[in-house]
C-alpha cells in the first residue's frame, strides 16, 4: 500500500511539474515581441498590438508611433501597408493614416487600426484557473484512491499511456521506360514577354520571369502554368522612389507598364534568388534595380538601385527620399502573421538633377560641380538605355551583368557576388574608350549607333560563352530575329560565324530601323550575327499558323546537360498575341550551337546516332534566311520561307530541290555540303508541331551565319 501511494504522490507531482511548466511556457509568450520596432535617418517607427496570440476571429488591434528624433522636422512622411491576407480590414480606415505629413523635431505621431472581428479576449486567467482545477481534481483522486484501498483492500489497478505508431509508407520505385512520344494534351502555353528562364534546383521547377509583372512555371518545359508574385501586386510600393526620383516624365507617368525584361538568378554568395529589374524611363531616364528573396517565387524585396541612364534634367518631384521598413508579427489561429509597413520621407526637398541623384558622379570621381562628360548625350556613344539586365556568373565565379539597348548599344559590368549590386571596387574598365570600354557603362560588347539590337542574354555552354541578341521591332510585323555571337571570355570580343564582331563603328541602314509602313523587307537585316531561326513553313509545322517575330530569349544548360532556348514568339494569322516557346540546342563540332526545328518534346540526342539507312529518305529542306516577316511586304512570301523536298541518300549524296552531299562523323553529329555550303549539326528525333504530335527525324545545322533545318517525310 505505501509502495501504490507512493507512486500515486510522485504521479501527481509530476502532473504538477508539467503543469506549471505549460503556465510557464505560457505566460512566457505572452511577453511583448522586440520585432515591431525599426529606425533610420531619424525616424523610428514602434509597431505594437494589444496581444500576440489571437483566436480566429478576433480582432487585431495595431498602434503605430512615428518618431522624429532629428534636431529638424521630417516632411511628407507617407506609409503603405501590407496587411496579412487571412485579416479582414476595413480599407478606407488604413487609407486615412497613409499620409503622415511633417513631422517636428522631436514630435511623436500615434496612429491605430483594428482589424475587423470579435474583440481580443485575454483566456490566460481562464486557463489558469483551469489548470488548478484539474491539480486539485487530481490531488482529490488520489485521496480517494488511498482511502478505498484501506478500506476494501488490494485491488488491481492499471494505468495505462496510449500511444499511436503512424506507419511510414514506402513508395517503390517502378522501373519503366521512357516516354518515347507525347500528345497535344502535353503542351500549355502561356503569354510571358521577354522570358528570362530560371530553375531551381531544391524543386526542380522551372520558372520564366518576364516583363509587365508576368511569370510562369513548369516541371517539364512542355505544360506551363501562369505565376504571380508580390512583384504584381506591390510593384507601386517597390519601385514607387524610384520611378518618382528618377524615370518620371510627363508623357510616361505610370510605373505599371513600364517593368520591363527582370533577370533572375541564385546567388550563391548571398543565398538569396537576385532579381535584376528593368524601370524603364521615356528618353533613356532608365535603371536597372536589385530585389530579393529567400523563395523564388518571392516576396522580393527592393534592396537598391545597380546603374542608371538618361542623367540629364531634374525628375518630378526630383526630391531624395528615404526609406524604412517595420514589421510586427503575431500568433494568428496558429499561424504566424505578420504586417508590414513602409514609410518614405525626406528631410530636406532640395531639388536634384539626375546625374545627382544616381551614382555616376561617384563611379567617374566627379564633385557636385562638375558636369558629365558630353558622351553620355550621345546616343552614338554613351547614351544607352540601361533595361535587359541578363545576369551571368563566369567560370571564376565572378558575377556580371549585360544591359542595354539600341542607341549605344549593349555594355557589362562586374557586380558584387556578396552584395549583388555593382562592383565599385572594380576598375579595370579604365579610362573612355570608343566602342570599347566605359568607366561607368563598363565594356561595350555589342551594338551602338542606334543599330537595332536589344535583349542580350549571355550562355555559358562547353567552351564559349554565346551571346544572343534581338533585332528589330518586337510587333507581328516588326521583324523581330535572334542572332548569335560568341566568346571565350565572358567580356568578349563576340564574333559570328564569319568572323564580324558584334560591336557597330557606324549605323547601318539595313540593320538599323526602317519605318514599319514601308512594304520592304530587307529591314533589319543585319548580316552580323547567326539567324537563330526564321519565319518557316515545313513539314510537321502548321501552313496557317506561323511564327513570325520571335524574340527577346534566354537560355539554359540543364543539370543533365541539355540546352535550351526560351523566347517569345508572335503568330502570322493571331495579330499581337504572344507566347513563350521551348527549342532545344546542341553544340555541333565547331562549337557553335543549332537549334532544333521543332519546340521542344522531351527529346534526347543519340550517342549513338543513326544508320544510313535510318537516315535515308525524303526530307522538307528550308534555310533559315535574313528576310523578315511583314504582312505588307508586296513578295508573294512576305518573308516566310518555305521548305523544299530533297532526297538524303543511303550513298550519301543530296539531290532534289538542292544538291550534295552528307555523312556523319560521331554520335548524331552530321555534315552536309549543300549548293557549295558547309553547314555542321546534329540528327535528332523529336515530335512534330501537329496536333498529332508524330515522331519525326529531323536534323539541325548551321554554316555562314546561316541555320538550316530538315525533317523526314518519307523513307
Same mark, same amino acid.
Given at each position: 500500500?505505501?509502495?501504490?501511494?507512493?507512486?500515486?504522490?510522485?504521479?501527481?507531482?509530476?502532473?504538477?511539474?508539467?503543469?506549471?511548466?505549460?503556465?510557464?511556457?505560457?505566460?512566457?509568450?505572452?511577453?511583448?515581441?522586440?520585432?515591431?520596432?525599426?529606425?533610420?535617418?531619424?525616424?523610428?517607427?514602434?509597431?505594437?498590438?494589444?496581444?500576440?496570440?489571437?483566436?480566429?476571429?478576433?480582432?487585431?488591434?495595431?498602434?503605430?508611433?512615428?518618431?522624429?528624433?532629428?534636431?529638424?522636422?521630417?516632411?511628407?512622411?507617407?506609409?503603405?501597408?501590407?496587411?496579412?491576407?487571412?485579416?479582414?480590414?476595413?480599407?478606407?480606415?488604413?487609407?486615412?493614416?497613409?499620409?503622415?505629413?511633417?513631422?517636428?523635431?522631436?514630435?511623436?505621431?500615434?496612429?491605430?487600426?483594428?482589424?475587423?472581428?470579435?474583440?481580443?479576449?485575454?483566456?490566460?486567467?481562464?486557463?489558469?484557473?483551469?489548470?488548478?482545477?484539474?491539480?486539485?481534481?487530481?490531488?482529490?483522486?488520489?485521496?480517494?484512491?488511498?482511502?478505498?484501498?484501506?478500506?476494501?483492500?488490494?485491488?488491481?489497478?492499471?494505468?495505462?499511456?496510449?500511444?499511436?505508431?503512424?506507419?511510414?509508407?514506402?513508395?517503390?520505385?517502378?522501373?519503366?521506360?521512357?516516354?518515347?512520344?507525347?500528345?497535344?494534351?502535353?503542351?500549355?502555353?502561356?503569354?510571358?514577354?521577354?522570358?528570362?528562364?530560371?530553375?531551381?534546383?531544391?524543386?526542380?521547377?522551372?520558372?520564366?520571369?518576364?516583363?509587365?509583372?508576368?511569370?510562369?512555371?513548369?516541371?517539364?518545359?512542355?505544360?506551363?502554368?501562369?505565376?504571380?508574385?508580390?512583384?504584381?501586386?506591390?510593384?507601386?510600393?517597390?519601385?514607387?522612389?524610384?520611378?518618382?526620383?528618377?524615370?518620371?516624365?510627363?508623357?510616361?507617368?505610370?510605373?505599371?507598364?513600364?517593368?520591363?525584361?527582370?533577370?533572375?538568378?541564385?546567388?550563391?554568395?548571398?543565398?538569396?534568388?537576385?532579381?535584376?529589374?528593368?524601370?524603364?524611363?521615356?528618353?533613356?531616364?532608365?535603371?536597372?534595380?536589385?530585389?530579393?528573396?529567400?523563395?523564388?517565387?518571392?516576396?522580393?524585396?527592393?534592396?537598391?538601385?545597380?546603374?542608371?541612364?538618361?542623367?540629364?534634367?531634374?525628375?518630378?518631384?526630383?526630391?531624395?527620399?528615404?526609406?524604412?521598413?517595420?514589421?510586427?508579427?503575431?500568433?494568428?489561429?496558429?499561424?504566424?502573421?505578420?504586417?508590414?509597413?513602409?514609410?518614405?520621407?525626406?528631410?530636406?526637398?532640395?531639388?536634384?538633377?539626375?546625374?545627382?541623384?544616381?551614382?555616376?558622379?561617384?563611379?567617374?570621381?566627379?564633385?557636385?560641380?562638375?558636369?558629365?562628360?558630353?558622351?553620355?548625350?550621345?546616343?552614338?556613344?554613351?547614351?544607352?538605355?540601361?533595361?535587359?539586365?541578363?545576369?551571368?556568373?563566369?567560370?571564376?565565379?565572378?558575377?556580371?551583368?549585360?544591359?542595354?539597348?539600341?542607341?549605344?548599344?549593349?555594355?557589362?559590368?562586374?557586380?558584387?557576388?556578396?552584395?549583388?549590386?555593382?562592383?565599385?571596387?572594380?576598375?579595370?574598365?579604365?579610362?573612355?574608350?570608343?566602342?570599347?570600354?566605359?568607366?561607368?557603362?563598363?565594356?561595350?560588347?555589342?551594338?551602338?549607333?542606334?543599330?537595332?539590337?536589344?535583349?542580350?542574354?549571355?550562355?555559358?555552354?562547353?567552351?564559349?560563352?554565346?551571346?544572343?541578341?534581338?533585332?528589330?521591332?518586337?510587333?507581328?510585323?516588326?521583324?523581330?530575329?535572334?542572332?548569335?555571337?560568341?566568346?571565350?571570355?565572358?567580356?568578349?570580343?563576340?564574333?559570328?560565324?564569319?568572323? =564580324?564582331?558584334? !560591336? $557597330? /563603328? @557606324?549605323?547601318?541602314?539595313?540593320? +538599323?530601323?526602317?519605318?514599319?509602313? %514601308?512594304?520592304?523587307?530587307?529591314?533589319?537585316?543585319?548580316?552580323?550575327?547567326?539567324?537563330?531561326?526564321?519565319?518557316?513553313?515545313?513539314?510537321?509545322?502548321?501552313?496557317?499558323?506561323?511564327?513570325?517575330?520571335?524574340?527577346?530569349?534566354?537560355?539554359?544548360?540543364?543539370?543533365?546537360?541539355?540546352?535550351?532556348?526560351?523566347?517569345?514568339?508572335?503568330?502570322?494569322?493571331?495579330?499581337?498575341?504572344?507566347?513563350?516557346?521551348?527549342?532545344?540546342?546542341?553544340?555541333?563540332?565547331?562549337?557553335?550551337?543549332?537549334?532544333?526545328?521543332?519546340?521542344?518534346?522531351?527529346?534526347?540526342?543519340?550517342?549513338?546516332?543513326?544508320?544510313?539507312?535510318?537516315?535515308?529518305?525524303?526530307?522538307?529542306?528550308?534555310?533559315?534566311?535574313?528576310?523578315?516577316?511583314?504582312?505588307?511586304?508586296?513578295?508573294? =512570301?512576305?518573308? !516566310? $520561307? /518555305? @521548305?523544299?523536298?530533297?532526297?538524303? +541518300?543511303?550513298?550519301?549524296?543530296? %539531290?532534289?530541290?538542292?544538291?550534295?552531299?552528307?555523312?556523319?562523323?560521331?554520335?548524331?553529329?552530321?555534315?552536309?555540303?549543300?549548293?557549295?555550303?558547309?553547314?555542321?549539326?546534329?540528327?535528332?528525333?523529336?515530335?512534330?508541331?501537329?496536333?498529332?504530335?508524330?515522331?519525326?527525324?529531323?536534323?539541325?545545322?548551321?554554316?555562314?551565319?546561316?541555320?538550316?533545318?530538315?525533317?523526314?517525310?518519307?523513307?
Amino acid at each position: 500500500m505505501q509502495k501504490f501511494t507512493k507512486r500515486m504522490i510522485a504521479f501527481a507531482a509530476c502532473l504538477v511539474f508539467v503543469l506549471s511548466v505549460t503556465l510557464t511556457g505560457f505566460a512566457a509568450s505572452d511577453l511583448v515581441r522586440e520585432d515591431g520596432f525599426s529606425s533610420y535617418e531619424g525616424l523610428e517607427i514602434r509597431v505594437t498590438t494589444d496581444s500576440d496570440t489571437y483566436r480566429e476571429g478576433e480582432a487585431v488591434s495595431y498602434t503605430i508611433s512615428f518618431k522624429n528624433t532629428n534636431d529638424y522636422d521630417l516632411d511628407n512622411v507617407t506609409v503603405s501597408y501590407k496587411v496579412p491576407t487571412n485579416l479582414e480590414y476595413d480599407n478606407l480606415s488604413l487609407k486615412k493614416i497613409e499620409k503622415i505629413g511633417l513631422i517636428k523635431s522631436g514630435e511623436e505621431i500615434t496612429k491605430t487600426f483594428t482589424t475587423e472581428g470579435e474583440p481580443h479576449k485575454d483566456y490566460l486567467p481562464i486557463i489558469i484557473g483551469g489548470i488548478v482545477a484539474a491539480v486539485v481534481v487530481v490531488i482529490l483522486v488520489i485521496v480517494i484512491i488511498v482511502v478505498m484501498k484501506k478500506k476494501k483492500g488490494r485491488r488491481t489497478t492499471a494505468m495505462m499511456l496510449v500511444g499511436a505508431l503512424l506507419a511510414g509508407s514506402l513508395s517503390m520505385g517502378l522501373a519503366t521506360d521512357a516516354k518515347a512520344e507525347v500528345t497535344d494534351a502535353d503542351f500549355s502555353k502561356v503569354g510571358v514577354h521577354d522570358p528570362s528562364i530560371v530553375k531551381d534546383p531544391t524543386t526542380g521547377t522551372y520558372y520564366i520571369f518576364g516583363s509587365h509583372k508576368a511569370a510562369a512555371k513548369s516541371t517539364d518545359l512542355l505544360k506551363w502554368s501562369s505565376l504571380s508574385t508580390n512583384i504584381a501586386s506591390d510593384y507601386q510600393e517597390l519601385f514607387g522612389d524610384i520611378w518618382d526620383n528618377y524615370c518620371i516624365t510627363e508623357e510616361n507617368n505610370d510605373v505599371s507598364g513600364n517593368l520591363w525584361a527582370p533577370d533572375v538568378i541564385w546567388n550563391e554568395t548571398m543565398q538569396k534568388w537576385c532579381m535584376y529589374m528593368s524601370v524603364n524611363g521615356n528618353d533613356w531616364h532608365s535603371a536597372i534595380v536589385l530585389l530579393t528573396a529567400d523563395n523564388i517565387e518571392g516576396p522580393y524585396t527592393y534592396v537598391d538601385e545597380v546603374i542608371f541612364s538618361g542623367y540629364d534634367g531634374s525628375a518630378d518631384p526630383a526630391v531624395e527620399k528615404t526609406r524604412l521598413k517595420a514589421s510586427k508579427k503575431v500568433d494568428y489561429a496558429g499561424t504566424e502573421t505578420e504586417l508590414t509597413l513602409t514609410a518614405t520621407y525626406q528631410p530636406y526637398t532640395e531639388t536634384l538633377t539626375r546625374a545627382e541623384y544616381s551614382d555616376i558622379k561617384k563611379v567617374l570621381g566627379l564633385s557636385e560641380d562638375e558636369s558629365l562628360p558630353a558622351r553620355y548625350n550621345s546616343t552614338d556613344q554613351s547614351k544607352v538605355n540601361c533595361i535587359d539586365p541578363a545576369v551571368t556568373y563566369d567560370e571564376e565565379g565572378n558575377l556580371w551583368m549585360t544591359y542595354g539597348s539600341w542607341s549605344a548599344g549593349i555594355y557589362q559590368i562586374k557586380l558584387d557576388n556578396e552584395t549583388g549590386l555593382r562592383d565599385y571596387d572594380y576598375t579595370e574598365y579604365g579610362d573612355y574608350v570608343k566602342d570599347k570600354a566605359d568607366p561607368y557603362l563598363g565594356y561595350k560588347i555589342a551594338g551602338g549607333y542606334y543599330n537595332s539590337g536589344e535583349g542580350p542574354y549571355i550562355l555559358h555552354a562547353g567552351d564559349y560563352y554565346y551571346l544572343f541578341l534581338s533585332l528589330g521591332n518586337l510587333e507581328a510585323d516588326g521583324g523581330y530575329n535572334m542572332r548569335l555571337f560568341r566568346s571565350e571570355s565572358i567580356n568578349g570580343p563576340y564574333v559570328d560565324q564569319n568572323g =564580324n564582331s558584334a !560591336i $557597330y /563603328s @557606324a549605323f547601318d541602314s539595313k540593320a +538599323g530601323f526602317v519605318d514599319i509602313s %514601308s512594304s520592304t523587307t530587307n529591314k533589319y537585316n543585319s548580316t552580323k550575327g547567326l539567324k537563330v531561326m526564321s519565319s518557316v513553313k515545313m513539314a510537321g509545322k502548321s501552313d496557317s499558323h506561323v511564327e513570325v517575330a520571335q524574340g527577346h530569349n534566354s537560355a539554359l544548360v540543364d543539370d543533365d546537360g541539355k540546352i535550351y532556348l526560351v523566347y517569345h514568339s508572335r503568330y502570322n494569322n493571331t495579330g499581337e498575341s504572344f507566347d513563350v516557346r521551348v527549342h532545344q540546342m546542341y553544340i555541333n563540332e565547331d562549337g557553335w550551337l543549332v537549334v532544333s526545328p521543332y519546340e521542344y518534346s522531351g527529346e534526347t540526342l543519340s550517342t549513338t546516332g543513326f544508320t544510313a539507312d535510318k537516315i535515308a529518305g525524303t526530307y522538307d529542306f528550308v534555310i533559315n534566311g535574313l528576310e523578315v516577316y511583314t504582312s505588307k511586304a508586296t513578295t508573294a =512570301n512576305k518573308g !516566310i $520561307y /518555305s @521548305a523544299v523536298s530533297i532526297t538524303l +541518300g543511303a550513298d550519301g549524296t543530296i %539531290s532534289g530541290g538542292a544538291t550534295g552531299t552528307w555523312k556523319t562523323t560521331t554520335g548524331s553529329n552530321v555534315e552536309l555540303v549543300i549548293d557549295g555550303k558547309t553547314y555542321k549539326g546534329v540528327f535528332v528525333e523529336q515530335a512534330n508541331e501537329l496536333s498529332t504530335r508524330d515522331m519525326t527525324l529531323t536534323f539541325t545545322a548551321c554554316g555562314e551565319n546561316t541555320m538550316v533545318w530538315g525533317a523526314k517525310t518519307s523513307n
